[in-house]
Each structure stands twice: as C-alpha cells, then as structure tokens.
C-alpha cells in the first residue's frame, strides 16, 4: 500500500485534532493528497492554534512544522502553547510596502482584520483597533531557509487579494493555496474580489480546484494548486485519483510530494 494511505488510515481515527471551522483539513488531507511525513504549513489568521485552525492536525498528527501569524494578542499564549513546533509571529502578513498597519479586534473570534480592507457591514463588530507590525512571508520564508510550503491556508478577512498579489510566487515552491473569500452575494464589498484571487493564482501557475464552503451563502475557501507538469508524474496512481476528484485531466503535481 502507499505509504499516504497508510497515514490516511492510521491517522483519520484521531478525529479530534481535526480542527478546521467546516472540514477543511480532513478535506484537504483527504482529496489532495499532501506527502506524509515531514512538511510544512503556514497560516495567516492563526488565532490559539487550535479552535478552526487549518493546519492543528497537520502539526499534532502528521509531524509537520510551520509559521503561524496573529494579531490579537489575547490569543498568544494559547497559541504559543498550543502549537510548540510552530515559529509563532505576532503580526500581520502584509504586502512589501507596508510596514505597519490599524488592525480591528473583533467581539467575534475569527471576524478581525486590516480595517482598510475589512468587510464595512462588518466594523460594527469591532471591540477596538490597533497599530500591528507588519512581516513580509517572502522575507521571513528566506530568513528561515524555507523553500517549499505544502500547504499555505490565508484567512485575513479581507486583504487576501493584496497578500496574494505582492508575493514572489515564482520563488518558492507553495503546493496547495487556501484562500478564504466572503460571499459576494451577500457582501456587495466583496464584488471582484474572488475573480481577481482566480486571476492572480492562475498567473502565477496555480489551478484553482474549488470554492469550498465553510458557511452557507457567507463564506468560502478558494482552494489551488500548484500545477507542475514532468514526464515523471504524468500517470501516477495518487495524482491520478486527484484528476479523478477534481475533473482536471491536465493536472500533474511534483512527484516528490507524493512519494
């Protein structure tokens, strides 16, 4: 059996470190396939590391090590606590240009943000605002020496787009995207925003597979990834089974992620 089924098996019977707000880790795990053993993820939005965290059971389960970001700092300790193997930034992620910015505190855990950028129907939710630093993720990547990301899930509540459009994608190698998008339908704020996500993946080399929902007609994940094409991968069973799953008869994925 390959050794990913093995983990698959072993792993999905400690269902209480999945963690994720509506599945997205089990789903991900699941349905793309992400290499066993070591990796590493990162995630914006961290919040204690462990409630709706994307990446907890990938850490807790699967041994993998990764950056973690979050503003508030009344979740800081919990999430230094939470997530040991995790290098922990108390920050935002921010395009190069900034280098500070005013950060709203939600009353509703998961809702806070970069106020230039935040949902306006939203702001009256905001307890109090805040000046946070900014860290650029190419340069932190570089610092640590990290060249490959297998799994990077961004949830800022709504200066996604401008992250995404001001990293180096070209530089690193970023496996599968997660992107957390409100639903336009019912935030009219939000209009364009997930087709100019769609856009600047698709420029950088990413297919996007899904919208994923995490909350019915509010919020989704944009799921992508990385579509790299050699001769060595073009008919291996497991990415055969993610083609199948997501209809994408031209995607092949690097094969030393599925080995």
């Given at each position: 059996m390959?050794?990913?089924?093995?983990t698959?098996?072993?792993?999905?019977?400690?269902q209480?470190?999945?963690q994720?707000?509506?599945?997205?880790d089990?789903?991900v795990l699941?349905?793309l396939?992400?290499k066993?053993g070591?990796?590493?993820y990162?995630?914006?939005?961290?919040?204690d590391?462990?409630?709706?965290s994307?990446t907890?059971?990938?850490?807790?389960?699967?041994g993998?090590?990764g950056m973690l970001f979050?503003v508030d700092?009344?979740?800081l300790?919990n999430?230094?606590q939470n997530?040991?193997?995790a290098?922990v930034?108390?920050?935002?992620?921010?395009?190069?240009?900034q280098?500070?910015?005013?950060?709203?505190?939600?009353?509703?855990p998961?809702?806070?943000?970069?106020?230039s950028t935040?949902?306006?129907?939203?702001?009256?939710s905001?307890?109090?605002?805040?000046?946070?630093?900014c860290?650029h993720?190419?340069?932190?990547?570089r610092?640590?020496g990290?060249?490959?990301?297998?799994?990077m899930t961004i949830?800022t509540?709504?200066?996604?787009?401008?992250i995404?459009?001001d990293f180096p994608w070209?530089?690193f190698n970023?496996?599968?995207v997660?992107?957390?998008?409100?639903?336009?339908?019912r935030y009219?704020a939000?209009?364009?925003?997930k087709?100019?996500?769609?856009?600047?993946?698709a420029?950088?080399?990413?297919?996007?597979?899904?919208?994923?929902?995490v909350a019915?007609g509010d919020?989704?994940?944009l799921?992508f990834?990385?579509n790299?094409?050699t001769a060595?991968n073009?008919?291996?069973?497991?990415l055969?089974h993610?083609?199948?799953?997501f209809?994408l008869a031209?995607?092949?994925?690097r094969?030393?992620?599925?080995?």
């Amino acid at each position: 059996m390959h050794s990913l089924c093995v983990t698959l098996e072993r792993d999905f019977q400690a269902q209480s470190d999945f963690q994720a707000q509506a599945g997205q880790d089990k789903h991900v795990l699941k349905n793309l396939l992400l290499k066993c053993g070591k990796g590493f993820y990162v995630e914006f939005g961290a919040r204690d590391g462990k409630e709706h965290s994307n990446t907890y059971f990938f850490e807790k389960q699967l041994g993998w090590r990764g950056m973690l970001f979050e503003v508030d700092p009344s979740q800081l300790p919990n999430l230094r606590q939470n997530r040991p193997a995790a290098i922990v930034y108390e920050g935002a992620v921010c395009p190069r240009a900034q280098t500070e910015l005013t950060f709203g505190i939600s009353q509703f855990p998961g809702w806070s943000g970069a106020m230039s950028t935040y949902e306006p129907s939203r702001s009256t939710s905001m307890r109090r605002t805040m000046k946070v630093k900014c860290f650029h993720l190419a340069d932190e990547l570089r610092a640590h020496g990290v060249q490959t990301v297998d799994y990077m899930t961004i949830d800022t509540e709504g200066s996604e787009a401008d992250i995404i459009e001001d990293f180096p994608w070209a530089e690193f190698n970023i496996e599968v995207v997660q992107i957390e998008q409100l639903h336009e339908g019912r935030y009219p704020a939000q209009r364009g925003k997930k087709a100019r996500i769609q856009r600047a993946m698709a420029g950088n080399g990413y297919t996007f597979l899904e919208a994923y929902e995490v909350a019915r007609g509010d919020t989704e994940d944009l799921i992508f990834t990385r579509n790299v094409a050699t001769a060595a991968n073009a008919s291996h069973p497991v990415l055969n089974h993610v083609r199948e799953r997501f209809g994408l008869a031209n995607l092949a994925r690097r094969s030393a992620y599925v080995r």
